[in-house]
Nanobody, 115 residues
Framework: QVQLVESGGGLVQPGGSLRLTCAAS????????MGWYRQAPGKQREFIAG???????NYVDSVKGRFTISRDNAKNTVYLQMNSLKPEDTAVYYC?????????WGQGTQVTVSS
């Protein structure tokens, strides 16, 4: 059974930082492509960052230079370091992977950027 559990969200002031964590189980994590997505109120879920099993990363333009995705295969965990946060980064953040032909999602963690 594939499980993804996000943590690390919260309320932060503009310009602040947060690190999100996604713990995975039920997959061969070291071979999995892992992605972070977010969904703001009234908007569609959007891809923001991904990392291959080899560590190659890609980002949506709106977070380049501010967010960093990384992985620790020994801990079956993927991270999203978010710096210079803006109010428009407010959203529920999800991690995701594809395994055995299906997409899996965590429950999400709320990030609110507000003064």
């Amino acid at each position: 059974q594939v499980q993804l559990v996000e943590s690390g969200g919260g309320l932060v002031q503009p310009g602040g930082s947060l690190r999100l964590t996604c713990a995975a189980s039920g997959i061969i994590f070291s071979t999995a492509y892992m992605g972070w997505y977010r969904q703001a109120p009234g908007k569609q879920r959007e891809f923001i960052a991904g990392i291959t099993r080899g560590g190659t990363t890609n980002y949506v333009d709106s977070v380049k230079g501010r967010f960093t995705i990384s992985r620790d295969n020994a801990k079956n965990t993927v991270y999203l370091q978010m710096n210079s946060l803006k109010p428009e980064d407010t959203a529920v953040y999800y991690c995701s992977t594809r395994a055995l032909g299906a997409d899996y999602w965590g429950q999400g963690t709320q990030v609110t950027v507000s003064s």
